[in-house]
T-cell receptor, first 114, second 113 residues
């Protein structure tokens, strides 16, 4: 069964360092989402792609976060510089971009900023 | 910002009992979905209910939707220890082609063997 792949699964970094997360969606899925989930909370959308275009990045802290999906397939989310408050689970999800269809989530990357 | 609010925040039951979780939301929706998350893992889709549907079943799951009250409930019957997880409702707003979901804070369900 096709799955969303994410790497790394865990990342520990120091404050002010740069970190990058990678996501490979299910083949053929046009939409790709990056969520941030703080412990004890629900996921919050950071950025949504339709193919290679950003559809929604209204909640992305653009001074330090960037995301790209250059060929409309896999995607990278970067944080530079990382801050203590960025410690969270970063989840990638994909979907076919149609009505009434669920999103498929990857296992997530757990980021700890020291 | 979180659209949905789940209630209760935490629920502890014995194996074999039923578990009911509620979700309230604020704006009109296209559909509402429930997801499960095991500790430290990604989310798994459970069930989707459209705004023009009132009830839906899938195995041991029953979801209801009351758009007049902007609320939904998830019932898990004959619970098992493996059902221990966090459960989130997520809403997709009505109108447009933006398929993004807005999640609630979740209900942590513990099923004791």
């Amino acid at each position: 069964e096709a799955e969303v792949a994410q790497s790394p699964r865990y990342k520990i970094t120091e404050k002010s360092q740069a970190v990058a997360f990678w996501c490979d969606p299910i083949s053929g899925h046009a939409t790709l989402y990056w969520y941030r989930q703080i412990l004890g909370q629900g996921p919050e959308l950071l950025v949504q792609f339709q193919d290679e275009s950003v559809v929604d990045d209204s909640q992305l802290p653009k001074d330090r976060f960037s995301a790209e999906r250059l060929k409309g397939v896999d995607s990278t989310l970067k944080i530079q510089p990382a801050e203590l408050g960025d410690s969270a689970m970063y989840l990638c999800a994909s979907g076919p971009g149609r009505e009434y269809v669920e999103q498929f989530f990857g296992p997530g990357t757990r980021l700890t900023v020291l | 910002s979180q659209q949905g609010e789940e209630d209760p925040q935490a629920l502890s039951i014995q194996e074999g009992e039923n578990a009911t979780m509620n979700c309230s939301y604020k704006t009109s929706i296209n559909n509402l979905q429930w997801y499960r998350q095991n500790s430290g893992r990604g989310l798994v889709h459970l069930i989707l209910i459209r705004s023009n549907e009132r009830e839906k079943h899938s195995g041991r799951l029953r979801v209801t939707l009351d758009t007049s009250k902007k609320s939904s409930s998830l019932l898990i019957t004959a619970s098992r220890a493996a059902d221990t997880a966090s459960y989130f409702c997520a809403t997709r707003g009505s109108g447009g082609s933006n398929y993004k979901l807005t999640f609630g804070k979740g209900t942590l369900l513990t099923v004791n063997p």
